[in-house]
């Protein structure tokens, strides 16, 4: 279900035109000036190549085929075919050139943004969809890389062409050009006219563009669930339905294009006639020779040429400035999380940590209030309650992935916030509900966390977990590829090799997140006790909705509401008629009913 987030930049309708924004992406180019340089020389050799043909037609015409001249008429064709062999490496090199600034160009850019994607905190991706973020990573930097290479050189050289050409109609006669340049006004009346309409439309494309990708991203995702639920075909109409409307939007700012470019075309048709017929006129009475009306017309369709470039440079614009704004929309967001001035490196931890009077909101909607607890270094903390009542927020806090509204949270008696957030992260290991496999071998994503482990402790941390039974029946062990996401292991799998990643990295505070909820119970049985041996003398914090995993904890923490409701061991909390109890009897029952069904 694909849907437009407000704040991502798709519905920023800024100026057709930024200075602002073309001076940032022209710092790409900067550190390639010299093939830029490269590129506009040869693009401007060959343009002015391409005006000496019209002068060698009027010497073969006038000097050669009016006076009979058939020497002439031989230099001229030689002259002629020098200049297409000049041109040859003109447009190579030209060519060649533009290719590598544009390349190198998307690779900074491409570089920068995802450099700085990896720097911004979680609040960023909560509120964008992923197809959305891919998008600008493709299309944005592609339609903004046109504008600030091929673009900009093109401009350059259709403006000196335009004053060279002027200066050329001039001189060879000032009537003709004088007629010819009362169809300017003209020109620049359709320019306005089309401008807004081709600025709308190419802006609605590239928002269009940007719901395709987030739904394809989404779908490709989820693809167990849509298959789980059947959910195919309507997925497939959803789909059709965000295609139509990128279609549909192509198409019209395509309309509005294919009726800008041949009304210039009229515009240029009519030039080239009324210079016909005054030229001609000229002609007929002597005043005008004819090779020069010929040479005239051809220059004159070289004049139009660089307007009718200069408006398809207008479109380019509108893209790429659509795509600017998306793409700087990224780079200028600052991480909400990040080290303040004097932030220093983080000790070895030993692992006491305390929440001090926390509070905490997502979007000004209250989490947690005034939570305070202590946990001693090795414990393992249990955390408990109905969902939605700040358990997870709880665990992301301690890793300072979002910061709190107010209060404190202290490890070995330092604020987190006083020191560097690597330093912080670094030293803690983190198994998540869904655990998330990289593309490549079982060996590379559990080393994922610690890339200078040997292959022994890579083993060695399998084996702790039990995950070196299930790898070794594999076709290539640990060489083998799980694929993206981890298709071809079985959940369950997953997470013990997630259990191997977390623990290689040697944490000195772990956090689970359900981290237990993907194994079978004859699974979990297996790796309790291996848990129970690694979690000792780390400080871990555990959240389950299986009681029974976290019976054994040094502390359990109820919560409920964003508040600490209950706290104690397993046997102090039911020695209470409290929440614990309740929660704890309810599951009992269930477990003895689906066993009671089973058996």
């Not at 739904?215 to 959910?231: D, H, L, T």
């Not at 956090?511 to 309790?528: F, G, H, K, P, R």
Request: include cysteine.
């Amino acid at each position: 279900m694909t849907r437009p987030l407000v704040g991502e930049g798709d519905e920023i309708l800024g100026k057709a035109f930024d200075a602002r924004l073309t001076r940032k992406a022209l710092v790409f180019v900067r550190p390639y000036t010299r093939q830029l340089l490269i590129a506009l020389f040869a693009m401007l050799a060959t343009s002015c190549l391409n005006l000496v043909p019209p002068k060698l037609v009027q010497k073969a015409v006038d000097d050669g085929m009016v006076a009979k001249e058939a020497r002439v008429l031989m230099i001229v064709a030689a002259m002629y075919l020098g200049v297409y062999v000049l041109r040859w490496p003109c447009q190579y090199v030209q060519t060649l050139a533009i290719s590598i600034l544009g390349q190198r160009v998307i690779f900074d850019i491409r570089h920068k943004v995802f450099s700085h994607l990896q720097n911004l905190s979680l609040s960023f991706f909560d509120r964008r969809e992923v197809g959305r973020i891919i998008s600008r990573l493709t299309n944005d930097v592609d339609a903004l890389n046109d504008l600030i290479t091929s673009g900009i050189l093109s401009v350059i050289t259709d403006v000196v062409m335009l004053v060279v050409i002027v200066v050329i109609l001039v001189k060879m006669s000032p009537a003709l050009a004088l007629l010819t340049f009362t169809l300017i006004p003209v020109m620049a009346g359709l320019t306005a006219i089309f401008r807004g309409k081709s600025r709308q439309a190419f802006r609605d494309w590239r928002k269009k563009i940007a719901t395709v990708t987030a739904s394809v991203a989404e779908n490709v995702s989820g693809v167990r669930v849509v298959k789980s639920f059947s959910r195919e075909k309507e997925n497939l109409r959803r789909f059709r339905q965000v295609n139509l409307e990128n279609r549909d939007a192509y198409l019209y700012a395509q309309m509005i294009s294919s009726i800008f470019a041949p009304l210039v075309g009229f515009v240029s048709a009519a030039g080239i006639c009324m210079v016909y017929w005054y030229g001609g006129r000229q002609v007929i009475g002597g005043v005008l020779k004819i090779g020069m009306l010929m040479a005239f017309v051809q220059y004159l369709d070289r004049f139009f040429n660089p307007i009718r470039e200069l408006s398809t440079f207008y479109q380019t614009m509108q893209n790429a400035m659509a795509g600017a704004e998306r793409i700087f929309d990224i780079l200028d967001t600052e991480p909400v999380i990040k080290d303040k001035p004097g932030a220093v490196v983080m000790p070895a931890i030993k692992g006491d940590v305390e929440f001090r009077n926390v509070d905490f909101a997502y979007d000004e909607t209250p989490i947690l209030q005034d939570l305070s607890f202590t946990a001693e270094a090795g414990q393992t903390i249990a955390l408990v309650g109905p969902t939605g009542a700040g358990k997870t927020t709880i665990i992301n806090i301690i890793a300072r992935q979002y910061d709190i509204k107010s209060g404190a949270i202290l490890i070995d008696g330092r604020d987190i916030r006083d020191v560097t957030t690597n330093s912080l992260r670094s030293q803690m290991g983190v198994v998540l509900q869904d655990p998330f496999l990289f593309p490549g071998s079982v060996k590379e994503n559990i080393r994922y966390g610690r890339l200078d482990a040997t292959d022994q402790e890579v083993r060695s941390a399998a084996n702790a977990v039990g995950a070196e039974a299930f790898i070794m029946e594999m076709p290539e062990g640990y060489e083998t590829d799980v694929r993206e996401g981890g298709t071809k292991l079985s959940a369950g799998q997953k997470q013990i090799v997630s259990f191997a990643r977390a623990l290689l990295a040697d944490p000195r505070i772990l956090i689970l997140d359900e981290a237990t909820s993907s194994v079978d119970t004859q699974t979990e049985i297996l790796i309790q006790e291996a848990l129970r041996k690694l979690l000792r003398g780390r400080t871990s914090f555990v959240i389950a909705h299986r009681l029974s995993t976290i019976t054994q904890a040094d502390m359990i923490l109820v919560i409920d509401g964003g508040r600490i409701v209950e706290q104690g061991t397993h046997h102090e909390l039911l020695a209470h008629d409290g929440l614990y109890k309740r929660l704890y009897e309810m599951q009992f029952k269930y477990e003895l009913a689906v066993e009671g069904v089973d058996g």
